[in-house]
Nanobody, 128 residues
Framework: VQLQAYGGGLVQAGGSLRLSCAAA????????HGWFRQAPGKEREFLAS????????YYADSVKGRFTISRDNAKNTVYLEMNSLKPEDTAVYYC??????????????????????WGQGTEVTVSS
């Protein structure tokens, strides 16, 4: 599976951005998908994940209520809608995919070690 994240850019604090992650491969609809970010000098941080069906989603506390993950299996695309952006949201954002072998809320998909495939990242800068 090849993942391509795009949609990043420069936005003012309080603004919104929508990231997209396009996937190549016929297994897209059978994978759990997630979004992560990495700021300079920091570890890669989990943000959100979405189940195979799209009926379940889980968010890190840092983005809960501001970010929304969604997927369109017909378009092989996962989205991350980001609202009320803050300067501390500045980072490179990565999409990832995982083979669905565990229960969604088991915790496996809420950390980077649970993912098998990664996109190249798209940069988001939030100015104050």
């Amino acid at each position: 599976v090849q993942l391509q994240a795009y949609g990043g850019g420069l936005v003012q604090a309080g603004g919104s951005l929508r990231l997209s992650c396009a996937a190549a491969g016929r297994t897209f609809s059978s994978l759990v998908h997630g979004w992560f970010r990495q700021a300079p000098g920091k570890e890669r941080e989990f943000l959100a994940s979405i189940s195979v069906s799209g009926g379940n989603a889980y968010y890190a506390d840092s983005v809960k209520g501001r970010f929304t993950i969604s997927r369109d299996n017909a378009k092989n695309t996962v989205y991350l809608e980001m609202n009320s952006l803050k300067p501390e949201d500045t980072a490179v954002y990565y999409c990832a995919a995982a083979r669905a072998g565990s229960l969604f809320y088991s915790g496996v998909y809420f950390r980077k070690e649970g993912y098998n495939y990664w996109g190249q990242g798209t940069e988001v800068t939030v100015s104050s």
